[in-house]
């Protein structure tokens, strides 16, 4: 990812294992766009361990996923957190691919995306987002996906995701 150039796409095929576990933080994408391809989601995880999100895009393209699972992206602190597996500046495009169990928690800011932010647009296609969550104690919104563009999904489902907001006195809203 890190020898890569804009348009260019790591191919994962070819790898054995069926697990990547993130020990140094999460992966910084910092191309314009950049597509990652694996085996099959049943066949491929890249997991944060709920230390880090998992991918991280500073690049105003695409973000292209496919044959993928990224899982235990989580991202917290003060101020506003997006993206608990994916931050995006740009779009993201997931294909046959799964996120699960991603979370973004913020103590004063805002909380966006549980498993996906995007500045741009999001398309899913054969993909699921599920048990995403965004908490906040002002400000949560999209437990599984927060979009500023535009939401695509194509034989996808979005399920089991919340977002919560907690207001001083400890209920959720």
């Known amino acids: 990812i890190a020898a890569s150039a804009s348009g260019d796409t790591v191919d994962m095929t070819a790898l054995t294992c069926s697990k990547l576990t993130l020990t140094a933080g999460e992966l910084p994408v910092t ?3 950049l597509t990652i391809r694996g085996p099959g989601a049943g066949q491929l995880t890249i997991d944060a361990g709920s230390h880090s999100r998992v991918m991280r895009h500073a690049g105003t393209g695409i973000l292209g996923l496919s044959g993928l699972t990224l899982a235990h992206g989580s991202i917290a602190g003060s101020g506003n957190q997006d993206g608990g597996c994916v931050r995006s500046n740009g779009s993201v495009s997931a294909t ?3 996120l699960s169990n991603c979370k973004a928690d913020s103590a004063n800011g805002a909380a966006r995306g549980g498993a996906v932010f ?3 647009n ?4 054969r993909s699921r987002v599920t048990a995403g969550q965004a908490h906040s104690h002002t400000t949560a919104a999209g437990g599984g996906v927060w979009v500023h563009g535009d939401l695509n999904c194509k034989y996808s489902t979005i399920d089991a995701n919340i977002a919560a907001a907690e207001d001083p006195t400890g209920f959720y809203t």
């Open 96 to 98: 046959d691919t799964v």
């Open 31 to 33: 191309v314009g766009s």
């Open 122 to 125: 999001v398309a899913l296609v």
């Open 118 to 120: 995007a500045s741009g």
